[in-house]
Nanobody
């Protein structure tokens, strides 16, 4: 069992920045693939970015150049730095853990555990 706790969401003006954090329980954090997803009202959940156990990153086109993912294995934490935020970034952001796959995935069904989500609202 892995528990994930996100923090750092809030309200920000367009062009601003936020940093989300996701702390995971468990001793094997360094072996997990981690990812951030988001879901806006009335829309399907979408992949945002991922960071595999072997430190490869994957970014959705919509956030390239603006968002950065990083992880601190000593703290069991993955971070999402969001810069140049746009109103269309407004969503609930979720971190997720994939314990079993050798490669990262953009498919939410490949992830075993999810956080409770944190709301990010970007005003225009």
């Amino acid at each position: 069992q892995v528990q994930l706790v996100e923090s750092g969401g809030g309200l920000v003006q367009a062009g601003g920045s936020l940093r989300l954090a996701c702390v995971a329980s468990g001793r094997a954090f360094s072996a997990y693939n981690m990812a951030w997803f988001r879901q806006a009202p009335g829309k399907e959940r979408e992949f945002v970015l991922g960071f595999t156990w072997d430190r490869r990153t994957d970014y959705a086109d919509s956030v390239k150049g603006r968002f950065t993912i990083s992880r601190d294995n000593a703290k069991n934490t993955v971070y999402l730095q969001m810069n140049s935020l746009k109103p269309e970034d407004t969503a609930v952001y979720y971190c997720a853990v994939d314990r079993t796959n050798a490669y990262g995935s953009r498919n939410g069904d490949d992830y075993d555990y999810w956080g409770q989500g944190t709301q990010v609202t970007v005003s225009s």
